[in-house]
Nanobody
Framework: QVQLVESGGGLVQAGGSLRLSCAAS????????IGWFRQAPGKEREFVAA????????YYQDSVKGRFTISRDNAKNTMYLQMNSLKPEDTAVYYC?????????????????????WGQGTQVTVSS
């Protein structure tokens, strides 16, 4: 089992920045690909960004490319999502997730169904 806890959400004005953190405990965090997802009210959960276990490979949703950066520090069992130039449409609950299916594997999935472990979420609100 992997336990994930997000932090760093809050209220920010459009154009501002936030850094979300995802702290992991339990099984070895470094063996899993990790993803960030978000869910706005009345909408389905959507992919934001993902990073391979090594940190070498990253993927982003088109709408956040150039504004968001995903990273991880395996020594600290922590993953980050740096969000810059925030827009009102970024408002959502943000979740981190770990893909426990293929430890040390090459897969970096974008579908929520590929992820086995989830945090409780942190609210990000961007005001216009």
């Amino acid at each position: 089992q992997v336990q994930l806890v997000e932090s760093g959400g809050g209220l920010v004005q459009a154009g501002g920045s936030l850094r979300l953190s995802c702290a992991a405990s339990g099984r070895t965090f470094s063996m899993y690909a990790i993803g960030w997802f978000r869910q706005a009210p009345g909408k389905e959960r959507e992919f934001v960004a993902a990073i391979s276990w090594s940190g070498v490979t990253t993927y982003y949703q088109d709408s956040v490319k150039g504004r968001f950066t995903i990273s991880r520090d395996n020594a600290k069992n922590t993953m980050y999502l740096q969000m810059n130039s925030l827009k009102p449409e970024d408002t959502a609950v943000y979740y981190c997730a770990a893909d426990g299916t293929s430890p040390w594997g090459p897969r970096v999935a974008t579908a929520p169904t590929a992820y086995d472990y989830w945090g409780q979420g942190t609210q990000v609100t961007v005001s216009s």
